[in-house]
């Protein structure tokens, strides 16, 4: 019993030592500054489904189980800042370079166009790194992708 008891103790310790440990990041911004930030996000994962046997089997007729799905995307954009007020906000403007997203489902190849590229987003932040968008001008720009555009950077 006495080695069980150690062996769970001793288990436990080298787990707890390799495990992740956790980190915050938090975004704050300068007034007078330009930022460049380009993030890109690779996917590679396998997905299931479970249900009744009807569902699995519709499911099955369109596509393979367990799906293999592997992608690539990003965003590339400039932020300007402008002078700090005296409410403690700045303006900003935030241009989109855009970056294409590329998706793979089950060997078959999926590209999505950038909706953000070339798009100039307007607003106001703060040093604590919150922004609020007023505007967005760009090309092709309607009232649609404005308003999700907008609802999105909120």
Not at 98 to 106: D, E, Y
Not at 119 to 130: A, D, L, Q
Request: aromatic share 10%; charged share 25%.
């Amino acid at each position: 019993m006495k080695k069980y008891i150690i062996s769970c103790v001793l288990l436990f310790t080298i787990a707890k030592s390799f495990a992740q440990n956790s980190a915050i990041f938090k975004i704050k911004y300068k007034s007078l500054h330009k930022y460049h930030v380009k993030m890109v996000t690779d996917l590679k994962m396998e997905m299931d489904a479970v249900g009744d046997e009807a569902s699995i089997a519709e499911i099955k007729k369109n596509t393979k189980l367990p799906a293999t799905i592997t992608g690539h995307n990003g965003h590339d954009l400039d932020l300007v800042t402008g002078k700090l007020n005296s409410d403690n906000s700045f303006p900003f403007t935030m241009t989109f370079w855009g970056m294409p997203s590329v998706m793979n489902f089950n060997g078959k190849q999926i590209e999505t166009p950038d909706p953000l590229k070339d798009r100039i987003f307007y607003g106001t932040g703060s040093p604590e790194g919150k922004i609020h968008i007023d505007s967005v001008s760009g090309k092709n720009t309607d009232r649609k992708d404005k308003i999700s555009c907008y609802c999105y950077y909120q």
